[in-house]
Every structure is written in structure tokens, then in C-alpha cells.
């Protein structure tokens, strides 16, 4: 579990990135941070793996306060994959990448040829094996940068704007693949402004604004409510704006359908009575 308590951040320049933040993410739950762009969503997510510290409140991770163990310590539990890729990426080959973060904990060769196996293979990567990382293309360099991460299997994934470069059938696999992930019992979080990502494939939105969390719920209640859409410059989705415009015309036609098959049902539904 994560606890953030009344967490604020100041950056040396004098920025303030954070600005009281409360929110408690239980194991086994999936979260989307929303939010424009300097919300505070990245800074937040580094204060998960102790790469940041509070300046004032308290991060804990499985009750350990964040301020009083090492990231080294951390990264079994929380793995954090960063938004710029190449903030990661420094090996030879894609390969050796996966390798290094394995060797770093101390896993055994026997293991971590394992799991080097098994996590080129689970992100489509078994290609790219002997590739410099820096050869490949944006959308593939986050995938190596994810595998980097996944290989360690951490309890809590966390992924900061993991959609960025990857095309529609890329973006399924993720979605799908973190899916699959969380309901092996661990704790999937992201940062996305993809919001057709967020209410597919998870169950709790968090929406920042200025360094503080201004929404928090299920994706049909937040991600329907124009007041919050407005304050955080999201774009409602499309599925959404089309339930809006026919309860427009359709007495008690529901608003807060997210998702095609919920509408795609009410549609029917209402046709067949
Ligand atoms: N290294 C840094 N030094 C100074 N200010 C920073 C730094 N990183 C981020 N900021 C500032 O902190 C605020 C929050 O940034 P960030 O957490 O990156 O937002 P988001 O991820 O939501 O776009 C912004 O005003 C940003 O300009
Ligand atoms: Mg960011």
C-alpha cells in the first residue's frame, strides 16, 4: 500500500509541485493519474519510489517511510518507469538493459536469464534482443524501458505517460498487459492524458491541477464531469460526448457511459423495448 500524507514538494529553483497531496493506493488496485501538463503528476509518481522526498508530510510504501530507506531498497516493491525513456536506457543492446536492472538486486544467472526470457517476450521485444536501445524507435525504447522495469516483477508499477509513441494495437497490448498484471495481485499506476486508456483499463482516476488532487473516483464519475474535464484540460471520451448529445434528445438517456460496450447495450436495449 501507498500512503501519501499532506505531501508537499518545492523544486530547488522554487517551483512548488505539490501542494498538500492526501491519497492512500491500496495492493491490488489500478490508477490512472490525470491532469495537464505541470499538474505536479510526475513529481508525485518519483515521491512512490523515494527518487523524491516530501518536504513536508510523509510517504510511506507498505508503511516504510520513504524518507528513512534507500530507492535501492524500494525498487523491488515499486518499479518506475519514467516518461522519457532515454532517462533509462544506457546499455549496448536491449539485452543487457533488462540484464543490468536484474544483476543490480542480485538476482541469480539462472534467474535473471528467465526472466530476461520472459519479459522480451511478454512486450514483443525477443526481435530487438542483440539491438542498441538507441536504434529503435521511440514507442519501442518505452517498451525496453518498461521491460527494464517488469522484469523485476515490483509489486507496485508505476508508469508515467506510458501510451506516448505507441500505435492503437501497441496501446491494446499495454492496456491488456497491465490488466493482466494487476489482477495477479499487484498495484498498477499510471500517469496518461489518454483518457480512453484511463476508463478502459482502469478502475480509479486521480485528476491533479496545480499540486493538488481535484477529483477521485471511478472513471464513469470523474471522467463524465465537465466541471473536472474543464479544470484540467481533458477532452472528454468520445464514447462520452456521444451519450451526452443523444440524452440531449433522449429522455433519461444516461451520462456517465465511458465505455463503447455500456453504450453500445443502452442503445440496444432502449431499441429492443
Ligand atoms: N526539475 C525541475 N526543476 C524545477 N521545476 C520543475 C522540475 N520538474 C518539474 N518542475 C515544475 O514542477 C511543476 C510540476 O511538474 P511535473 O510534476 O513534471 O508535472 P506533470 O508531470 O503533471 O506535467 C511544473 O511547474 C514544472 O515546471
Ligand atoms: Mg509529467
Known amino acids: 500500500m501507498i500512503e501519501v500524507i499532506d505531501v508537499w514538494f518545492t523544486y530547488p529553483d522554487g517551483t512548488t509541485a505539490l501542494r498538500g497531496i492526501s491519497l492512500r493506493i491500496r495492493d491490488g488496485e489500478s490508477v490512472a493519474i490525470m491532469g495537464e501538463n505541470g499538474a505536479g503528476k ?144 499487484n498495484t498498477v499506476i499510471v500517469v496518461t492524458h489518454d483518457v480512453e486508456f484511463a476508463s478502459k483499463y482502469f478502475n480509479r482516476i486521480v485528476v491533479m491541477a496545480r499540486g493538488k488532487i481535484i477529483a477521485d473516483g471511478p472513471p464513469n464519475k470523474v471522467l463524465t464531469n465537465p466541471t473536472i474535464l474543464e479544470e484540467s484540460s481533458l477532452s472528454p471520451p468520445q464514447v462520452t460526448v456521444l451519450s451526452h448529445e443523444i440524452a440531449k434528445k433522449i429522455n433519461n438517456f444516461p451520462k456517465d457511459i465511458v465505455l463503447f460496450d455500456e453504450l453500445l447495450n443502452e442503445i440496444i436495449t432502449r431499441i429492443r423495448r
Open 42 to 185: 510526475t513529481t508525485l509518481v518519483k515521491h512512490f519510489n523515494g527518487l523524491l522526498k516530501p518536504e513536508k508530510g510523509l510517504v510511506l510504501v507498505d508503511g516504510i517511510n520513504t524518507k528513512e530507506t534507500s530507492v535501492a531498497r524500494l525498487a523491488r516493491k515499486v518499479g518506475l518507469v519514467f516518461q522519457n525513456p532515454d532517462h533509462q536506457l544506457f546499455s549496448t543492446t536491449v539485452e543487457d538493459e533488462v540484464k543490468f536492472a536484474l544483476k543490480n538486486l542480485g538476482f541469480s544467472s539462472e534467474e535473471i536469464k528467465e526472466r530476461v526470457d520472459w519479459v522480451l517476450k511478454f512486450l514483443d521485444l525477443e526481435r530487438y534482443r542483440e539491438r542498441s536501445p538507441l536504434s529503435l524507435s521511440g514507442g519501442e525504447r518505452k517498451r525496453v524501458a518498461l521491460a527494464s522495469v517488469l522484469c523485476v516483477k515490483p509489486k507496485i508499477l508505476v508508469l508515467d505517460e506510458p501510451t506516448i509513441g505507441q500505435d492503437a494495437k501497441q496501446k491494446r497490448k499495454l492496456g491488456e498487459l497491465l490488466k493482466k498484471y494487476q489482477e495477479e495481485k
